[in-house]
């Protein structure tokens, strides 16, 4: 039998990667947290079985790795993860709920969770260490760059282009044909309808 992934991470997201990781047939080998008080103690009957000082030898012992730190805002947290598991030759597996579709003629880079009811189309490029989260939308020939969240509900129109370490929130719909910047957020609800530089900053007033 085999052993199941390990999650790096053990929060929010994490929980909400273990039903992703379940929907699609695979196991949970266990959990990594920084913070040390959860050592000893489980995420759905899953053990957090060490921090980070035992990451790397942890995910060797496992059938792979999924960063499961969320992200909002800025994914400094998940790029460090990333980086230290590659530097020790240990490359992020990709997992997709059950319920998604991704065509296959997208493409999703290691490392990547698409979430249930996602939809990534055809011709879609989705780089390394992302978050496509639950119901959003990639549609045909859209590239989104590494490290970047698109999160529940975001609609990422044909063609456009999505600088690495970008954050969409909830909601935010990228017009087609756009292109916004590396290093950008596009808080919750923005609709963006035309190119944007690098490390914008959108935020919907309430
Ligand atoms: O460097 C780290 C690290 N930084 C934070 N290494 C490890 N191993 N763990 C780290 N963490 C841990 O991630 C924190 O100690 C905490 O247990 C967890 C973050 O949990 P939280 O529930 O605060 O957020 P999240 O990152 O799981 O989820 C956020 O992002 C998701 C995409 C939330 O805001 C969610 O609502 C959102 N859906």
Redo the contacts with the bound molecule.
Sequence with gaps: MSKGLLL???????R?CIEVIESAGLRVFGL????TSMLGGDVFGYPVLGS?AELVRLAKESDGVLVT????GRPK?RV??YETLVLNGIVPVNVSASTARVSPRASVGRGGVVMHQVVVNAGARVGVNC?V?TGAIIEHDAEIGDHC?VAIGAVVGGGVRIGAGSFLGAGAIISHGVSVGPGSIIGAGCVVMSDCAAETFMKRSA
């Design positions: 790096v991470g053990a929060g929010g997201h994490a909400s990594v947290d920084r913070d980070d730190v969320g992200q909002i947290a460090t993860l978050i989260n969240h």
